[in-house]
Antibody, heavy 120, light 108 residues
Framework: QVQLQESGPGLVKPSETLSLTCAVSGSSIIGDYYWGWIRQPPGKGLEWIASTYHSGYTFYNPSLKSRVTTSVDTSKNHFSLKVNSVTAADTAVYYC?????????????WGQGTLVTVSS | SYELTQPPSVSVSPGQTARITCSGDALPKQYAYWYQQKPGQAPILVMYKDRERPSGIPERFSGSSSGTKVTLTISGVQAEDEADYHCHSADSTGTYIVFGGGTKLTVL
């Protein structure tokens, strides 16, 4: 059973960089899947951020692309997200998740989520 | 930018049928997926490829599609089905992933 677990600071100052890591267990990250991030501002809907293949190929939400960097560490079986120049609008629960190829393009499973608050 | 539209809320009594819709121009070309999210929890997949039910999801959940609209139907709604439901799909190119705004299902 594949499990995902997010980790990282729960509080980030405005204009700084948000950094999160997602540990993958029960599966190798070197597989035919995309590893990605989705966020949910308090009381709002879900927003896809980016999805990354183990090779490093990534596709991004165009609205966030200029501030987002993702990476995959196959030796540690985890992947990471960085969002720079954060503002209060980046306050959200951040979920890591897995997505298959075009024929398996759903998100499953999901991590439990981690709340990141942007505040001074 | 591409958008999926869901009603903000749907209310039904226990035992009735709930229908939650999701509309988008690319839905005739792209599959839709549905997630159930209960308060304080991560979403879980309840429907994939418009109408396929993952293992472990009750048979009362079903999906359908017609043109630019997909529908998640919950027959014989139970109190435990009260949750937010989110649809997900992609634009016509398949590279821009989008979620609907979510629908809060209330079981009266």
């Amino acid at each position: 059973q594949v499990q995902l677990q997010e980790s990282g600071p729960g509080l980030v100052k405005p204009s700084e960089t948000l950094s999160l890591t997602c540990a993958v267990s029960g599966s190798s990250i070197i597989g035919d899947y995309y590893w990605g991030w989705i966020r949910q501002p308090p009381g709002k809907g879900l927003e896809w951020i980016a999805s990354t293949y183990h090779s490093g190929y990534t596709f991004y939400n165009p609205s966030l692309k200029s501030r987002v960097t993702t990476s995959v560490d196959t030796s540690k079986n985890h992947f990471s997200l960085k969002v720079n120049s954060v503002t209060a609008a980046d306050t959200a629960v951040y979920y890591c998740t897995r997505r298959g190829d075009d024929q398996r393009a759903w998100f499953d499973p999901w991590g439990q989520g981690t709340l990141v608050t942007v505040s001074s | 930018s591409y958008e999926l539209t869901q009603p903000p809320s749907v209310s039904v009594s226990p035992g009735q049928t709930a229908r939650i819709t999701c509309s988008g121009d690319a839905l005739p070309k792209q599959y839709a997926y549905w997630y159930q999210q209960k308060p304080g929890q991560a979403p879980i997949l309840v429907m994939y490829k418009d109408r396929e039910r993952p293992s472990g999801i009750p048979e009362r959940f079903s999906g359908s599609s017609s043109g630019t609209k997909v529908t998640l139907t919950i027959s014989g709604v139970q109190a435990e089905d009260e949750a937010d439901y989110h649809c997900h799909s992609a634009d016509s190119t398949g590279t821009y992933i989008v979620f609907g705004g979510g629908t809060k299902l209330t079981v009266l």
